[in-house]
C-alpha cells in the first residue's frame, strides 16, 4: 500500500482514452468494485467514440461501473489536485496521443492533468499503452515518461496461464496492471519455478 491510501480509504483514477481495448476498462472498473476500491474515473471524448464502437455498455452503464465521474473538461476537479489523496492512477488503455500529452509536460485535459499530478506526487502512473508498430516519436515519449516515474504496461496476454477466454486474457492482463498499486484481484497465479518453492 502506498503512503496515501489513510484511514483505510482505497481510491485510484482511472482514465480511459480512445485507444483500442475498451474491454479492458471495463474489466478494471468491474475488479475494482469487487475490492471495494472508491473509483474516480474520467474519459477523453475519444473514449466514449471507442465504446461505442467495441462494447455494447452504454454511456450511462460504463459510468455506473465507477464511484466518481468527472467530465474531461473540469481540470478544477478534486483529482486534479495533489492535495487529493489517491493509489495513483491507471489510463486503460492509453492512446499514444495521451503519452505524449504527458511526456510534454503540457496538459489540456482533466484525464491528463491527473496524470501529471499523480507524477508529481511520485505515486504510480500506470499506462496501458495500446499502439503497434511503435514509431520512434512513440518510443521516446513512452521513454519520457518512463524517466519521470510512470510505468508504461502494455497489455500483453500472458500464454503460460493458459487461457480459454478473452475475459480470462483480459482479466490476466488488468489483475497485472493493479499488482502496481498493491492490490491483489486474486485472478492470477504466480509464476511456479522448482528453484522458489
Not at 147 to 172: C, N, S
Not at 183 to 195: C, M, N, Q, V
Request: aromatic residues 4%.
Amino acid at each position: 500500500m502506498t503512503k496515501r491510501a489513510l484511514n483505510g480509504r482505497r481510491r485510484l483514477i482511472v482514465g480511459v482514452t480512445g485507444a483500442t481495448g475498451i474491454i479492458y476498462a471495463e474489466r478494471t472498473l468491474r475488479l475494482l468494485r469487487e475490492m471495494e476500491v472508491e473509483t474516480h474515473l474520467v474519459m477523453s471524448k475519444a473514449a466514449e467514440l471507442t465504446r461505442e464502437y467495441e462494447s455494447d455498455l452504454s454511456r450511462d452503464a460504463m459510468h455506473g461501473l465507477a464511484d466518481y465521474v468527472h467530465p474531461i473538461g473540469d481540470v478544477g476537479a478534486c483529482i486534479s489536485s495533489g492535495s487529493f489523496r489517491t493509489l495513483g492512477m491507471l489510463v486503460v488503455p492509453c492512446s499514444m496521443r495521451t503519452v505524449g500529452e504527458i511526456a510534454s509536460g503540457v496538459t489540456s485535459t482533466l484525464l491528463t492533468r491527473a496524470a501529471d499530478v499523480v507524477l508529481k506526487e511520485r505515486l504510480p502512473l500506470v499506462l496501458m499503452a495500446r499502439e503497434t508498430p511503435l514509431n520512434l516519436i512513440h518510443l521516446r515519449n513512452m521513454t519520457t515518461v518512463t524517466e519521470a516515474g510512470a510505468i508504461v504496461f502494455p497489455p500483453v496476454p500472458a500464454f503460460y496461464a493458459r487461457p480459454k477466454t478473452l475475459e480470462e486474457m483480459v482479466d490476466h492482463s488488468v489483475s497485472r496492471a493493479l499488482d502496481q498499486f498493491g492490490l491483489d484481484t486474486e485472478r492470477i497465479e504466480a509464476w511456479r519455478s522448482t528453484d522458489c518453492e
